[in-house]
């Protein structure tokens, strides 16, 4: 069955930094982009970061310079290292699986609260 | 890269259809056929019902449809049940290599 299984987030001072992690088993997670997107309380989806199976990255300009995506197929894990935290970066985190352009398998989501 | 615009609310007697739009530029809906749905309830992470405009994934109920023309794209659902109570985003990729959301719309059965 695949599972993907977020960790890492928490409470964060403004300024601060954090690393998320998705621990992804059931299929062969070398072949597939994996994604981080967020939802703030009672808000929509937002796409924060992409990762291609040679490594490539790529962001939105809300968080370009201030998050790094990686991934490590040996583990089968991908991270999310984020710096400069802001207030506005309060949300659910969920990792998510890309299959042709699609988000077709997601994990639970992990909260990282921004705040003083 | 603005949001992807979809209306707030969309409502409907239960066996009804009500259809979601979801209206972007030529740079993400219109320029691409990976516009995908998503179905997310309360507290639970978004569910894929629709992917490359049109296509339903495995399991997931022939009542939802997807389609677009132009720069919107649009979720159908047809003979509306409870169930279907919740909310509703779209996404699509970019000339940016990125991926951008829409606003969502939560479907409410009168």
């Known amino acids: 069955e695949v599972h993907l299984v977020e960790s890492g987030g928490g409470l964060v001072q403004p300024g601060g930094s954090l690393r998320l992690s998705c621990a992804a088993s059931g299929f062969t997670f070398s072949s597939y982009d994996m994604h981080w997107v967020r939802q703030s309380t009672g808000k929509g989806l937002e796409w924060v970061s992409g990762i291609g199976t040679a490594g490539d990255p790529y962001y939105p300009g809300s968080v370009k310079g201030r998050f790094t995506i990686s991934r490590e197929n040996a583990r089968n894990s991908f991270y999310l290292q984020m710096n400069s935290l802001r207030a506005g970066d309060t949300a659910v985190y969920y990792c998510a699986r890309e299959t042709g352009g699609a988000f077709d398998m997601w994990g639970q989501g992990t909260m990282v609260t921004v705040s003083s | 890269q603005s949001a992807l615009t979809q209306p707030a609310s969309v409502s409907g007697s239960p066996g009804q259809s009500i259809t979601i739009s979801c209206t972007g530029t030529?740079?993400?809906?219109?320029?691409?056929?990976?516009v995908s749905w998503y179905q997310q309830h309360p507290g639970k992470a978004p569910t894929l019902i629709i992917y490359d405009v049109s296509k339903r994934p495995s399991g997931v109920s022939n009542r939802l449809s997807g389609s677009k023309s132009g720069n919107t794209a649009s979720l159908t659902i047809s003979g509306l049940q409870a169930e279907d109570e919740t909310d509703y985003y779209c996404?699509?990729?970019?000339?940016?290599?990125?991926?951008?959301f829409g606003t969502g719309t939560k479907v409410t059965v009168l």
């Open positions: 996404t699509s990729f970019t000339t940016s290599n990125t991926y951008v």
């Open positions: 030529s740079s993400d809906v219109g320029g691409y056929n990976y």
